[in-house]
T-cell receptor, first 113, second 109 residues
Framework: DVKVTQSSRYLVKRTGEKVFLECVQDMDHENMFWYRQDPGLGLRLIYFSYDVKMKEKGDIPEGYSVSREKKERFSLILESASTNQTSMYLC????????????FGSGTRLTVV | LAKTTQPISMDSYEGQEVNITCSHNNIATNDYITWYQQFPSQGPRFIIQGYKTKVTNEVASLFIPADRKSSTLSLPRVSLSDTAVYYCLVGDPGGKIIFGKGTRLHILP
């Protein structure tokens, strides 16, 4: 079964820490995305990538960066975690001409204390 | 990116057919229409995708009129496990897409 795997299901970090959220897909997809989801705000796009070493800002990139050194792996980095980054983080991947749409991971619930 | 409008919530009963309509008046020529389902504490799951007319798979049907300014997701004979949030999205199906608030579907016994 093809899938998108996020490294942690739950994570608790302290304010100011550098946090790495990892996402790996086994479908040879070109495109990868990071969203965060908060009650009442829905899913918001943070960053996306259409190719290795390529990245594009989404709607809310402030406080985040990403890394895509290999096609199958897309990492989200919180440079200095803050409490307002407490959220559910969702990674997704897709083909360029995306028949079949996105495949999402199960999510990482991050709490910053 | 085309904006979509769908009902905030809907209730239905087990065994009924449920139709959720989404309007997307400024859909572009190259845009596809894609629907996702999301359960609490899980990532959204792809349900169905279409460009025009009707598409059917083992889970749902998608009806798209000729002007493509709206679409209707049809779920046949729903069960309690179909209680979820359903998102309608319009755009390049593999590219950047923006999620709206979705429709919260509640199935009653």
């Amino acid at each position: 079964d093809v899938k998108v795997t996020q490294s942690s299901r739950y994570l608790v970090k302290r304010t100011g820490e550098k946090v790495f959220l990892e996402c790996v897909q086994d479908m040879d997809h070109e495109n990868m995305f990071w969203y965060r989801q908060d009650p009442g705000l829905g899913l918001r796009l943070i960053y996306f990538s259409y190719d290795v070493k390529m990245k594009e800002k989404g709607d809310i990139p402030e406080g985040y960066s990403v890394s895509r050194e290999k096609k199958e792996r897309f990492s989200l980095i919180l440079e200095s975690a803050s409490t307002n980054q407490t959220s559910m983080y969702l990674c997704a991947s897709s083909q360029p001409v995306g028949v079949g749409g996105y495949t999402f991971g199960s999510g990482t619930r991050l709490t910053v204390v | 990116l085309a904006k979509t409008t769908q009902p905030i919530s809907m209730d239905s009963y087990e065994g009924q057919e449920v139709n959720i309509t989404c309007s997307h008046n400024n859909i572009a020529t190259n845009d596809y229409i894609t629907w996702y389902q999301q359960f609490p504490s899980q990532g959204p799951r792809f349900i169905i995708q279409g460009y025009k007319t009707k598409v059917t798979n083992e889970v749902a049907s998608l009806f798209i009129p000729a002007d493509r300014k709206s679409s209707t997701l049809s779920l046949p004979r729903v069960s309690l496990s179909d209680t979820a949030v359903y998102y309608c999205l319009v755009g390049d199906p593999g590219g950047k897409i923006i999620f709206g608030k979705g429709t919260r579907l509640h199935i009653l016994p």
